[in-house]
């Protein structure tokens, strides 16, 4: 597990702060409500990994029924999903139980017990000096060759949104496969921008003043 380089012994450190986007995923096992996982073991798909603060809390509630039913949107993108908290295995087993019968669906992604804090401490989902994990709601999407593409901290008490998690899939993998840019508030099928082409030549010969650095993908020379 990747020591906290930038801020090391700062107790009052952000989550998300120890690991940055473009790092690798530091790898990890553990035990699962679908048998024991290790993270590498998901190289060649995409990864939603996520920390919830605790079993049996409401937002957390909505928060896996939301995603148990979204489950078949990750799988169209070849995305896996893996959650994790300090709760033990038998308390998320009771809790799926508990899900699957009052909300009608089945959380069949993996669920993985993190009672030492590891995992959480290694990836920054809970604050160095913190004695519990109930902090925030860490997302990190993991690419194919295992590196970390995104992450975003929600507090405690704000759920996560299933739709811009998958909007997030997909304007990483629609970047990825155009080599292009997501504006704000992309949507599948939506325009993407272009690299700009930052040398003084483009930046001449561009016809508006702006065509240089802000344009569609494909379009003349900004590619
Ligand atoms: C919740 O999921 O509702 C929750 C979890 C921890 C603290 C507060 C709320």
């Not at 809790?95 to 009608?104: A, K, N, S, V």
């Not at 000096?129 to 194919?144: C, L, W, Y």
């Not at 975003?152 to 739709?163: D, E, I, K, L, W």
């Amino acid at each position: 597990m990747r020591q906290d380089a930038h801020n090391p012994g700062d107790a009052s450190a952000a989550p998300c702060a120890g690991l940055r986007i473009g790092d690798m995923a530091p790898d990890f096992s553990a035990r699962s409500t679908m048998g024991d996982v290790r993270l590498s073991d998901y190289r060649g798909r995409w990864l939603v990994l996520f920390s919830h603060p605790a079993d049996f809390t409401p937002v957390c509630t909505t928060e896996f029924v939301a995603l148990a039913r979204a489950a078949g949107d990750f799988a169209q993108r070849d995305c896996a999903l893996m959650a994790l908290s300090v709760d033990s295995l038998f308390s998320h087993f009771a809790w799926l139980r508990m899900i699957r019968d009052r909300f009608d669906v089945e959380v069949r992604f993996p669920i993985l017990e993190d009672p030492t804090l590891v995992i959480g401490r290694g990836y920054g989902m809970v604050a160095p000096g913190d004695s519990d994990s109930g902090a925030v709601r860490s997302t990190f999407f993991i690419d194919p060759e295992g590196v970390i593409r995104a992450m975003t901290c929600y507090p405690a008490n704000v759920g996560r949104s299933t739709p811009e998690m998958l909007r997030m899939l997909d304007a990483l993998q629609a970047v990825d496969k155009e080599t292009s840019l997501a504006p704000a508030n992309w949507q599948p099928g939506e325009a993407l921008l272009g690299q700009p082409q930052a040398d003084l030549d483009n930046v001449f010969a561009a016809e508006g003043e702006a065509d240089w650095f802000l344009g569609k993908a494909g379009a003349g020379a900004r590619r």
